[in-house]
């Protein structure tokens, strides 16, 4: 006989109390009423819990003693296979996006300077946790993280939606590596079939022309003379600006004029040594006296224990009247004009910039460092431009070969 609503209101006996099929209520000695279903899989006898009456009704424990019965037809074990969801549920409850991306972002850190590291953190907080944050990574779409990074797009920010969304893909790398997740959704996330194409903006950079009064203004800032003094290593050393500002005493060998940038400081995560002109180690000797007891090279005038700001180089410019016109990373483009105008061999003023070879076969078989020829290029620079900055139009070098 199968139960009813008005049947399972006025039980008051203890016991098992049947509705077919394997379904029952199992009434407590205390009160509680508890449905329950028996099964038999494998040979074993076993037995489903469907919720306790009546916040579970009658219609919707039968409608679950159904499906199971289905698992159970397909030959599945239906007890087995609920354990399996509350493992999956479980495990994507504490595998969301914000979750996942945050051990990422620990992983990274030891690659990272810690600006890099904080400016990741703070462009996946603004732009992907206050709306797929607290989402299990295995339930995100394709389609909301493209409608995410086209949302920054929109705001005018291009370049900062490509760079999130490859951040999203990493994550999502980074989670099937580490088994925090199955597949991974993102794989066919192509940042051109996404963001709209765009003029590539290069950064600004002074002339060839704009030198002597350049060189004179910087001879005469009144700002910051660490400053300064960072920005005339920069210049001579054709290094990047964070390679610069963030320089440790440790990296140089000023006896044997070699400064050794490492890995972890360096764009392409490759050891770069630079050599240095006599010019470059005045400022370095210079340095020494304000700064040789410390670890950073060029400490920032507020920070001591941090290096100059990120901005601290295009402000001086901006100070200096460049504003728009010049910047810290432009000086590299500048070295690299006037060096292949001047017949230097491309190979070695490339090395000199630690630029990766885009030609993956040349590259396996062209490792030379040209440091002899690097040594003659980057004091042939130094002379050049104090030539430059007294007014001299330089002809062309005795290039090395």
Same mark, same amino acid.
């Given at each position: ?53 009546? %916040? @579970?009704?009658?219609?919707? +424990? !039968?409608?679950? $003693?159904?499906? *199971?019965?289905? /698992? #159970? ?74 409608? %995410? @990074?086209?949302?920054?797009? +929109? !705001?005018?920010? $291009?370049?900062? *939606?490509?760079? /999130? #969304? ?80 963030? +320089? !440790? ?8 004029? #070699? ?143």
């Amino acid at each position: 006989m199968k139960l009813t609503d008005a049947t399972l209101r006025n039980l008051t006996e203890p016991g098992k109390h049947f509705d077919g099929g394997g379904l029952y209520l199992e009434l407590t000695p205390t009160g509680g009423r508890y449905w329950r279903m028996k099964y038999r899989h494998g040979g074993k006898e076993k037995r489903l819990a469907f919720g306790v009456y009546p %916040a @579970v009704s009658l219609k919707t +424990a !039968r409608e679950r $003693a159904a499906d *199971a019965r289905k /698992v #159970l037809e397909a030959g599945d074990d239906p007890g087995l296979l609920r354990k399996a969801e509350k493992a999956k549920a479980a495990h994507e409850a504490v595998n969301t996006l914000e979750a996942v991306a945050r051990d990422w972002l620990a992983h990274q850190a030891a690659r990272w300077e810690p600006v890099t590291l904080e400016r990741i953190r703070a462009s996946l907080e603004a732009d992907l946790f206050k709306t797929l944050g607290a989402r299990p990574l295995a339930s995100i779409k394709p389609g909301e993280i493209m409608a %995410a @990074v086209k949302k920054v797009e +929109a !705001r005018g920010a $291009a370049d900062q *939606a490509g760079r /999130v #969304l490859q951040r999203v893909k990493a994550v999502y790398r980074w989670a099937v590596t580490h088994e925090r997740i199955e597949s991974n959704p993102m794989l066919d996330l192509v940042p051109s079939e996404i963001l709209k194409p765009r003029e590539v903006q290069h950064r600004a950079a002074l002339a060839d022309r704009d030198l002597p009064e350049f060189l004179g203004k910087l001879a005469a800032y009144e700002g910051d003379f660490t400053t300064a003094q960072a920005l005339r290593l920069l210049i001579l050393s054709a290094t990047r600006p964070g390679e610069t500002r963030g +320089a !440790r005493w440790a990296e140089f060998d000023l006896d044997a004029a #070699l400064w050794k940038i490492p890995p972890e400081r360096m764009k392409m995560r490759v050891e770069h040594r630079v050599p240095l002109s006599r010019q470059a180690v005045e400022v370095l000797r210079t340095m020494q006296t304000l700064s040789g007891g410390r670890e950073l090279v060029f400490p920032s005038p507020v920070y001591p224990s941090k290096p100059l700001s990120e901005n601290t180089f295009n402000s001086a410019l901006a100070r200096m009247g460049y504003k728009n016109e010049a910047t810290a990373h432009g000086f590299r483009a500048l070295f690299s004009t006037v060096a292949n105008e001047c017949g230097w061999n491309p190979d070695v003023i490339e090395r000199q910039l630690a630029h990766k070879e885009q030609n993956e076969i040349r590259a396996a078989y062209h490792r030379s460092t040209y440091m002899q020829d690097r040594e003659k290029l980057m004091q042939w620079w130094a002379d050049y431009l104090d030539g430059r900055k007294a007014g001299n139009v330089v002809k062309m070098p005795q290039r090395a070969a």
